[in-house]
């Protein structure tokens, strides 16, 4: 078993929409979540980041972290096309440890 | 703008040539992180490093060496390139403040083809 599995996807949806992008993981040990967006052609940025437990908003995008299920998930309201890009999720122990990234979903947002 | 610079974003070289992929960050970052990503494995770490002259191995580093000699630059050495080492290698930086986490600041990505 992968240490974060993630839906490859491609995942495509009309402007507008509700997306939902998830990951599981195995380690009970991580506390530190993140989300990151890659656009084509383009090195990840970091889209949302979570400590522990519980949901952060940031605009149209929500993290949610559900550490007794071992799952997360981002959700982006009135998705637009140009939230179209791959977007991994991220975890770690401790701010110190290394970062386990997942496989990334593709996701397009058809206009 | 903080930011992480490749010195190639793409490029081409024969089975057995040693390649050289360059990395500088301007963030004063004392981490950096080499990785590379393929479809459906997700970024996987090769080496990173904690500060001047100190390197770590990571996950997949067999084939692979390093070197940082001044805290800005992360060099990536293929010692005798190999058709599997056909990838796209991503550059990261990360500062080690306490309290905030495990941000990585990113280059664009090299995309090396070994023929």
């Known amino acids: 078993q992968k240490e974060v599995e993630q839906d490859p996807g491609p995942l495509s949806v009309p402007e507008g929409a509700i997306v939902s992008l998830n990951c599981t993981y195995s380690?009970?040990?991580?506390?530190?979540f993140m989300w990151y967006r890659q656009y084509s052609r383009k090195g990840p940025e970091l889209l949302m980041y979570?400590?522990?437990?519980g949901n952060k908003e940031d605009g149209r995008f929500t993290a949610q972290v559900d550490k007794s299920s071992k799952y997360i998930s981002l959700f982006i309201r009135d998705s637009q096309p140009s939230d179209s890009a791959t977007y991994l999720c991220?975890?770690?122990?401790?701010?110190?440890?290394?970062?386990?990234f997942g496989p990334g979903t593709s996701l397009s947002v058809i206009p | 703008d903080v930011k992480v610079t490749q010195s190639s974003r793409y490029l081409v070289k024969r089975t057995g040539e040693k390649v050289f992929l360059e990395c500088v960050q301007d963030?004063?970052?004392?981490?950096m992180f080499w990785y590379r990503q393929d479809p459906g494995l997700g970024l996987r770490l090769i080496y990173f490093s904690y500060d001047v002259k100190m390197k770590e191995k990571g996950d997949i580093p067999e084939g692979y060496s390093v070197s940082r000699e001044k805290k800005e630059r992360f060099s990536l050495i293929l010692e005798s390139a190999s058709t599997n080492q056909t990838s796209m290698y991503l550059c990261?930086?990360?500062?080690?403040?306490?309290?905030?986490?495990?941000?990585?600041?990113f280059g664009p990505g090299t995309r090396l083809t070994v023929l």
């Open positions: 380690n009970s040990a991580f506390q530190y």
């Open positions: 963030m004063d970052h004392e981490n």
């Open positions: 990261a930086s990360s500062s080690s403040i306490a309290g905030l986490g495990n941000e990585q600041f």
């Open positions: 979570t400590y522990s437990s």
């Open positions: 991220a975890m770690s122990g401790t701010s110190y440890d290394k970062v386990i």
